[in-house]
């Protein structure tokens, strides 16, 4: 075909079961939310432009031009219109080479800002968004977010199509109500390639997130009732709050009436405090002691059920009815405090992370310890000057020292129960509690897989599968924990051996030999040599000398001369086939049972 020439093409009704996407077309990925929208489009609009496609020996034409319309138009079969489709036939295989790498030339995709700037045009003049949808080919969630942008000021777009900032920077325009402010921002970020969240902290540097425990702790609902201004994030599905000071005012006064309330349930006192977090050093510079409710009892009936439960729940495959029957049975078990105990102490309560209420209960203090010991809810120390108030302020190194003892007695106190300990210790091992660790034991990854990743190494499956169970999401420790010991000794002592296993690094040399001599660890029981895991890895004479010698061959036997001459690759799959034990090459080679019995123990140079 000449410059000068005209392509005579006919346009044909052809039966869409007689089309495909020929090879020739040159886009193969296509998004299937496109594919969709597209298909909407057509069915509402009508197929604006043929596609064009070259009919093959079989008389079926493959499309060049038009693949994502081809494939809308599958979406549409059950509409006779579509039933067939117009399209121009290329009268040769040149001409259908041309077409299809010439519409993917000179397809144009239009600037961000151009296709933003459109989409606002239309909504000006009264479009609805499905039509917008339709007309676009795209879904009703991207046009509401190109309309967000079309309403941004000017200069932000003029930015965006000179590539002074992202779209993912002019969307985080988005959040801003203030126009001064955007656009003083937008003169700070231009060109200098800022982070969309840092963008976002400048336009709203006093607003908080609705992740923030104040947002979680008080809701969206009361927030607003109250007048509280939000804006929303379109792009990152986030929600800003923008009047802070209202919403620490309403924090503190839903924390406050919180702590009535409990004072009301019976508590002779209750303080809230301003932190997401409490410790044992909290209530001991307090010098606050502390009693604990009665824990109850189960039937037998209840106790079968609770272990079945539990069992159920440390799978994570608890539905919410049996979620809700195992807490009533934790609640039987947990206890409760007494009037009368609950007259002699205490709440400390705050908020977490997550905004929900935490509580420390049954806090006695000084001045009611006389109280609950006349009632028998705390010992008498037997140290008379504990009774006694300091003459003198406490230096924050005796506090540390007194802290140090404090946690001395727990663990001389814990020492008495082995069993709980053990328990502890495979618990925390195969649960990720991170800070939340009651044991001080630090873990590491003790390496154990190659860096390259192959068939032909199989390590147990108790080291490779289960890995800790991620407790991020502020779940009750106390009950998750006692869920885990309820499984039984045997699960506790299964979880204990095998995270201990892949903690095992050998230590010293003369103890690490004297477990592997009881232990007797065999290498080619877990790993066994291959193409991908070694032969592929080493050179060639290495892989002629290692042949030569597990079949016993002189350099010059035939066997040997022509292993010698293969290419690399070939010679580690023979090697590989070797040691897989191929019957058929094992016959062909004459392996012998001594020589299968090296194979079978040979390792490379070091791993002895």
């Known amino acids: 075909m000449t410059k000068q020439e005209t392509i005579i093409a006919p346009?044909?009704?052809?039966?869409?079961?007689?089309?495909?996407?020929?090879d020739l077309n040159p886009r193969t990925v296509f998004s299937p939310e496109g594919i969709e929208a597209l298909a909407e489009n057509i069915r509402q609009l009508g197929l604006i432009q043929n596609i064009a496609g070259l009919r093959d020996e079989t008389g079926k034409v493959g499309i060049v031009a038009g693949g994502r319309r081809l494939r809308a138009l599958a979406l549409l079969q059950d509409d006779p219109r579509f039933a067939t489709v117009s399209v121009k036939i290329a009268p040769d295989q040149a001409t259908a080479e041309v077409w299809a790498s010439s519409e993917n030339h000179h397809r144009e995709q239009p600037h961000a800002a151009d296709e933003i700037r459109e989409y606002g045009s239309m909504a000006e003049r009264g479009v609805p968004v499905p039509s917008i949808a339709i007309a676009f080919g795209v879904n009703e969630k991207h046009v509401y977010r190109r309309l967000k942008l079309a309403s941004l000021p000017v200069s932000v777009l003029d930015a965006l199509k000179t590539g002074e900032i992202t779209l993912s920077n002019a969307a985080a325009f988005t959040v801003s109500e203030d126009e001064a402010n955007t656009l003083a921002v937008l003169e700070k970020v231009r060109g200098e390639g800022y982070s969309d969240h840092q963008i976002k902290q400048m336009l709203k540097p006093d607003s908080v997130r609705s992740t923030d425990r104040r947002v979680k702790f008080v809701g969206l609902e009361a927030y607003e009732a109250e007048g509280g201004r939000v804006t929303g994030d379109l792009f990152a599905d986030q929600t800003y709050f923008d009047d802070v000071a209202l919403l620490d005012e309403l924090f503190k006064a839903k924390l406050k009436a919180t702590a009535e309330a409990m004072t009301g349930d019976g508590w002779k006192w209750a303080e809230a405090m301003d932190t997401t977090y409490l410790g044992y050093y909290e209530i001991e510079e307090r010098k606050l002691d502390r009693i604990y409710r009665d824990e109850g009892t189960l039937t037998e009936e209840q106790s079968e059920r609770y272990d079945e439960l539990a069992e159920l729940a440390e799978g994570e495959v608890l539905d919410a009815e049996g979620e809700a029957a195992l807490t009533a049975l934790q609640a039987v078990l947990d206890g409760a405090f007494s009037a009368e105990q609950k007259a002699v102490s205490g709440v400390l309560l705050y908020v977490n992370q997550s905004g929900e209420v935490q509580t420390a209960e049954g806090l006695v203090t000084r001045e009611d310890r006389a109280a609950a010991i006349?009632?028998?809810?705390?010992?008498?120390?037997?140290?008379?000057?504990?009774?006694?108030?300091?003459?003198?302020?406490?230096s924050q190194k005796l506090r540390d020292d007194l802290s140090r003892v404090a946690q001395g007695a727990r663990q001389h106190a814990v020492l008495r129960d082995p069993?709980?300990?053990?328990?502890?210790?495979?618990?925390?091992?195969?649960?990720?509690?991170?800070?939340?660790?009651p044991l001080g034991i630090a873990t590491t990854e003790v390496p154990n897989?190659?860096?390259?990743?192959?068939?032909?190494?199989?390590l147990d499956e108790r080291l490779t599968s289960n890995p800790p169970r991620d407790m991020w999401d502020a779940k009750d420790l106390g009950a998750s924990f006692r869920a885990f010991r309820k499984k039984g000794p045997e699960h506790v002592r299964g979880e204990l051996v095998r995270f201990l296993a892949a903690?095992?690094?050998?230590?010293?040399?003369?103890?690490?030999?004297?477990?592997?001599?009881?232990?007797?660890p065999n290498i080619r029981e877990v790993w066994t040599p291959n193409a991908a895991n070694f032969f592929s890895r080493v050179g060639g004479p290495y892989l002629n000398d290692l042949w030569r010698d597990l079949l016993d061959l002189s350099a010059d036997h035939p066997t040997a001369t022509s292993f010698a001459k293969l290419k690399k690759g070939e010679k580690a799959d023979k090697l590989e086939a070797l040691f897989r034990g191929d019957h058929d090459?094992?016959?062909?080679?004459?392996?012998?049972?001594?020589?299968?019995?090296?194979?079978?123990?040979w390792l490379p140079e070091g791993m002895e």
Do not use: C
Request: glycine share 8%.
């Open 11 to 22: 346009i044909e009704q052809v039966p869409f079961g007689d089309l495909y996407v020929s």
């Open 374 to 394: 006349e009632a028998g809810f705390l010992r008498k120390s037997s140290h008379s000057s504990a009774e006694a108030e300091p003459k003198s302020p406490i």
């Open 503 to 520: 903690q095992y690094r050998g230590g010293d040399e003369k103890l690490a030999a004297m477990i592997d001599k009881e232990t007797q």
């Open 585 to 601: 090459l094992r016959s062909a080679l004459g392996v012998t049972d001594e020589q299968a019995a090296k194979i079978g123990a």
């Open 449 to 458: 897989w190659p860096s390259t990743e192959a068939e032909g190494y199989a």
């Open 419 to 437: 069993d709980l300990l053990i328990d502890l210790l495979a618990y925390q091992l195969s649960h990720a509690l991170r800070w939340n660790d």
